[in-house]
């Protein structure tokens, strides 16, 4: 049985591009850029290759690169660094909707005496800038915003909000962790001072990412130790991954708005033929501001974990908002900061598309996904009559 990914934003298959540019650094050149000798010190001309192709896929500097372990490592990094360099300042602002990697560092700073502050959304999943200009204030040492949402894909107004963090010196971060690959990026247009990336969403290996630090950003190191990424994060160099990653932004840079276009065509076709196909479906977030592969579905009167192991006997790969799957009891804190009813949160889907999907593959799911629905329905006494045909 053949497997069908459509669970990319949990993680992506890597590009064999990637795979090829990376094999000669893990087998032949396993030297340590920081090293004198040539045999070593050669690998450091890679790493900074790697640098400008990350930084041209966001419009930025090669020295506003650094390289990290991955996107949580990032948004720590940052969000640390905001409130080392800003001691007399002791209030962040952030969203209800944040993954785990920034929402739980914040609570955590929050159990350490700041003053945190989550932003609510709408019931798309949409932030209302006018809730974030009511509670900035002279205390506010950062603010940090994902770019999009990992469970839903809703893209915020990321612009608007920049300027308004611009306007008044404070400093914004974003976790673009779902962002960077999928949409276009220029950071010369986008007044955010740190950004983050995790190399695993967009077909390089896992464990690597990159921080995104604007030049004149004050900046303190998270990971302290050797003199790597000039002072900024001690550590060997994870030379052959972050090969990866630059390969990885390279093919994402070229094409870019091809993908966004294929990605949107066959995740809207998916979307409009469960629409048609299975009575109350409903799309969890903001339809007209969305990443282009994602879509999240509510069906109600199902359960989402069961949903996900039928999908599963036919090798189809998707993630559902509720619990278990996502190793937690809770159910989606996204979904629930949208305000979904319950029993639309406990029947949420997500799929996530990437270049490497087919328009056979999105059919087969659009064939399968209304037996399975009404099947799951029978089971349930508020389903049976609800059946999908
Ligand atoms: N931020 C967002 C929005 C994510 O979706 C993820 C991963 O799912 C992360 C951060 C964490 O990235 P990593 O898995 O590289 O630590």
Redesign the pocket.
């Given at each position: 049985m053949n497997t069908i990914y459509l669970d990319n934003?949990?993680t992506t298959p890597l590009a064999p591009e990637v795979l090829e540019e990376m094999f000669p650094y893990l087998k032949e050149f396993y030297g340590n850029p920081s090293s004198m000798h040539t045999f070593g010190g050669q690998l450091h001309r890679k790493v900074e290759d790697a640098r400008i192709k990350v930084a041209q896929l966001i419009g930025a500097e090669p020295e506003e690169i650094i390289f990290t372990s991955?996107?949580?490592e990032s948004?720590n990094t940052a969000i640390m660094s905001a409130v080392e360099s800003l001691p007399n300042k002791r209030h962040i602002i952030t969203t209800r909707v944040e993954?785990p990697?920034v929402l739980n560092f914040c609570k955590h700073l929050g159990r350490k005496g700041f003053r945190v502050t989550f932003l609510p959304v709408n019931n798309y999943g949409q932030l209302k800038v006018d809730e974030l200009l009511k509670v900035i204030d002279e205390d506010t040492a950062l603010v940090s915003i994902?770019y999009a949402n990992?469970e839903v894909g809703v893209i915020f107004p990321i612009k608007e909000i920049a300027e308004i963090l611009r306007e008044r010196r404070i400093v914004f971060h974003t976790?673009s962790?779902?962002a960077v690959g999928k949409i276009p990026i220029d950071l010369k247009k986008l007044s955010v001072d740190m950004l983050s990336l995790?190399g695993?969403?967009l077909h390089a290996p896992k464990g690597v990412?990159a921080l995104y630090v604007r030049k004149g950003t004050r900046f303190y190191p998270y990971i302290i130790g050797g003199h790597q990424e000039m002072g900024r994060r001690a550590g060997t160099e994870n030379v052959a991954s972050i090969i990866g990653l630059g390969k990885a932004c390279e093919l994402a840079s070229k094409n870019i708005e091809e993908e966004v276009a294929y990605l949107t065509r066959l995740r809207d076709k998916l979307e409009t033929a469960l629409l048609k196909s299975c009575p109350d479906v409903r799309i969890n977030g903001d339809i007209h501001s969305r990443l282009p592969n994602t879509t999240n579905l509510s069906f109600e009167y199902v359960e989402g974990e069961a949903i996900l192991l039928r999908l599963n006997e036919y090798g189809i790969c998707a993630s559902s908002g509720s619990a278990c799957t996502s190793g937690s009891l809770e159910p989606s804190h996204v979904l629930r900061a949208m305000g979904i009813p319950f029993t639309a949160i406990h029947g949420s889907i997500r799929f996530s598309l990437s270049r490497y999907n087919t328009e056979e593959e999105i059919d087969k799911v659009i064939e399968i996904m209304p037996k399975i629905i009404n099947d799951l329905r029978l089971l349930s006494p508020f389903g049976r009559e609800k059946r999908a045909y």
């Open positions: 934003n949990a991955c996107g949580t948004d993954h990697a994902m990992n976790d962790v779902q995790s695993h969403k990412g």
